[in-house]
């Protein structure tokens, strides 16, 4: 089955500590999303990579950092510098091209404690 | 960055009642997409549109690509109890090349029985 699949599907964190979340994708996609999600609201772009080994910010990058050294996988990890770290985290792949179609995998809850 | 005006923020129908919602932007977009999340679980895409005018459906769902460029609508016939859930809109600017999505902050539905 070809998808998107991100793991784990809880993660908890004591404040302080850095923390990566896992993105992979068999969908041979060569764009790839983090978007941070928080109750109740919209989703917001972390980083995003066009193609391997480039990204760039999103919105909201400040606290977060990214790897793209493989097609198939963009790893996200939440740093001690993220003031609030907890949320639901989105990880999304498209094919990158004009009027594509972006697939979003099932999320990781990050908890702080 | 760039934002899509979703409405309603919010919806409380009637099972077997119709539901209508809309994204708004001041900005032109050459694709539409809707998408679906149930509570812990990423969006699903429902419906993608990529001509003005184009008027496409998805078994109960309908959405439209507004004539204009610069908005969209979904509708759901005969609602049930599974459509509860929130419901995105997202966008791709014109012109933009390979630019990120902009979503709206999305419409949540509750369906009472």
């Known amino acids: 089955d070809g998808g998107i699949t991100q793991s784990p599907k809880y993660l908890f964190r004591k404040e302080g500590q850095n923390v990566t979340l896992s993105c992979e994708q068999n969908l041979n996609h060569d764009a790839m999303y983090w978007y941070r999600q928080d109750p109740g609201q919209g989703l917001r772009l972390i980083y995003y990579?066009?193609?391997?080994?480039?990204?760039q910010k999103g919105d909201i990058a400040e606290g977060y950092s990214v790897s793209r050294e493989k097609k198939e996988s963009f790893p996200l990890t939440v740093t001690s510098a993220q003031k609030n770290p907890t949320a639901f985290y989105l990880c999304?792949?498209?094919?990158?091209?004009?009027?594509?179609?972006?697939?979003f995998g099932p999320g990781t809850r990050l908890l702080v404690l | 960055g760039q934002q899509l005006n979703q409405s309603p923020q919010s919806m409380f129908i009637q099972e077997g009642e119709d539901v209508s919602m809309n994204c708004t932007s001041s900005?032109?977009?050459?694709?539409w997409l809707w998408y679906k999340q149930d509570p812990g679980e990423g969006p699903v895409l429902l419906i993608a549109l990529y001509k003005a005018g184009e008027l496409t459906s998805n078994g109960r769902l309908t959405a439209q690509f507004g004539i204009t460029r610069k908005d969209s609508f979904l509708n759901i016939s005969a609602s049930i109890p599974s459509d509860v859930g929130i419901y995105f809109c997202?966008?791709?600017?014109?012109?933009?090349?390979?630019?990120?999505?902009?979503f709206g902050k999305g419409t949540r539905l509750s369906v009472i029985a």
């Open positions: 997202a966008g791709q600017l014109w012109n933009s090349g390979n630019t990120p999505l902009v």
């Open positions: 990579s066009q193609i391997v080994n480039d990204f």
């Open positions: 900005s032109i977009f050459n694709t």
């Open positions: 999304a792949s498209s094919t990158g091209r004009f009027q594509e179609t972006q697939y």
